[in-house]
């Protein structure tokens, strides 16, 4: 049954792979002279950033879809973008990008482009990262992957009315066409570099 199954990977999922990975895949960093740096702490943090992101927008798609795929769009066209900005802060910011994107507004940052290739390139492989962004900065990324109830609005087969509605909102989707399974884009965050974590020497 399509409710009960877990949309986005579980934090204990997460953990897992942090445990099982002693070396955090790092990639190259994007400034001239900054080190990068193997933190486990710093995908970690990422991590617990993106937690109360991925669980608001899942309760909210939810109950969205309960109402009918009417109220649901609005969900992922308001509420995705509202609760990104209360998660956000001056110092911290969440939200999705997608190789395919429905909304511009979602295009993947300079350092979120490469990190978005290698997943698409490598899919089953692909794992949380963080990534060394300039003035101290960190960015982190997690993999997202189309599950059943995705598929009414980022599907093969998408319904009528549905489809007539994301036409009209989004006059430049791209993000259809999808199966289960499917890569289809990435959470991350950005957030500055806490304290008690080791900088490049
Ligand atoms: C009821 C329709 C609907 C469902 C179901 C739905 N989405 Fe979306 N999705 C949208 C809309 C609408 C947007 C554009 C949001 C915006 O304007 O920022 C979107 C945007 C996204 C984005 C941001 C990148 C982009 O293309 O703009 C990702 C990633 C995404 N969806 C993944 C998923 C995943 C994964 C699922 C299943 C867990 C899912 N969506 C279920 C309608 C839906």
Redesign the pocket.
């Known amino acids: 049954m399509v409710r009960s199954q877990a949309?986005?990977p579980p934090a204990a999922s997460m953990k897992r792979i942090f445990a099982a990975s002693a070396l955090v895949l790092i990639s190259l960093p994007v400034a001239a002279g900054e080190e990068a740096w193997n933190d486990a702490g710093a995908a970690a943090h990422g991590a617990s950033i993106l937690r109360p992101f991925k669980r608001d927008l899942?309760a909210a798609?939810r109950q969205?879809?309960s109402e009918g795929?009417e109220q649901?769009?609005r969900?992922?066209?308001l509420e995705?973008?509202r609760i990104a900005s209360a998660l956000s802060t001056d110092d911290v910011r969440v939200g999705?990008?997608?190789h395919?994107?429905?909304?511009p507004?979602?295009a993947p940052k300079p350092w979120m482009a490469p990190l978005l290739s290698e997943y698409r390139g490598n899919p089953k492989q692909a794992q949380p990262q963080a990534v060394a962004l300039e003035n101290g900065r960190i960015g982190y990324a997690e993999p997202?992957?189309?599950?059943p109830?995705?598929l009414?609005?980022?599907g093969e087969d998408i319904p009528p009315p549905?489809r007539e509605r994301?036409a009209e909102?989004?006059p430049e989707d791209r993000?259809t066409g999808f199966r289960s399974g499917d890569f289809?884009?990435m959470f991350w965050a950005e957030f500055p570099k806490p304290a008690e974590f080791p900088g490049p020497e």
């Open positions: 949309w986005y899942q798609l969205g879809l795929s649901a769009i969900v992922c066209r995705a973008t999705r990008t997608s395919k994107l429905r909304n507004r979602n997202i992957f189309v599950q109830p995705c009414t609005c980022h549905v994301l909102l989004y993000a289809r884009g």
